[in-house]
């Protein structure tokens, strides 16, 4: 997809839509393709957050603990909400927190991408970059991880399924026609 290329349309970002889902669902990759499309800035929490600290966000967990780093995350996101519009990825474990699930839908518009487990697992069964991971069985971990979030990824404003197979430019195209279904986040407007 370059620029603006969806169809025809020349939309229009009303709100920052939020990517939300498991850690492997694409948020990142797709999230860049989908901000390229819509013309708006790109933004990840996680990186944001390893900027400030000048840390990774695997070096936070060590040293600070998950609760320092979700308290971190949490004021990130805010700030990153009170900008202008944009697509802003979020780490797996942020749409957890009841406040910012709250601040999300209030700000602008959650967006859960949908992969299941056999995907996930294919995605990040080789990256030692997820911390979460870090178990003597990272498969049940993930399991485990997805069986707990999932309910809770449900409650966004809109979800879409990533299939296996479809390209990262696939998958924006589905979240932009899924978006279009909200005037009040993303409108057609004339070239």
Request: net charge neutral; glycine share 6%.
């Amino acid at each position: 997809m370059h620029g603006r290329e969806t169809r025809g349309l020349n939309p229009k970002l009303k709100k920052t839509v939020v990517l939300v889902g498991m850690m492997g669902a694409g948020k990142s990759a797709v999230g860049r393709a989908l901000a390229s499309a819509l013309d708006v800035p790109f933004r990840d929490s996680d990186t944001e957050i390893e900027t400030a600290a000048n840390m990774t966000i695997a070096e936070i967990f060590a040293r600070d603990g998950e609760a320092f780093f979700r308290r971190k995350e949490t004021q990130v996101i805010e700030r990153l909400l009170d900008s202008r519009p944009a697509v802003l990825s979020t780490g797996g474990g942020a749409y957890m927190a009841e406040e910012n699930r709250r601040m999300i839908t209030e700000k602008g518009v959650a967006v859960w991408l949908d992969a299941d487990l056999r995907v996930l697992w294919s995605r990040v069964r080789h990256r030692d970059s997820r911390p979460l991971l870090q178990t003597s069985d990272p498969l049940a971990t993930l399991t485990e991880i997805y069986e707990r979030r999932v309910p809770i990824y449900a409650q966004a404003d809109l979800a879409v399924k990533s299939e296996q197979g479809l390209s990262v430019e696939g998958m924006a195209r589905k979240v932009i026609e899924t978006l279009m279904t909200r005037p009040d986040v993303l409108e057609e407007c004339a070239r």
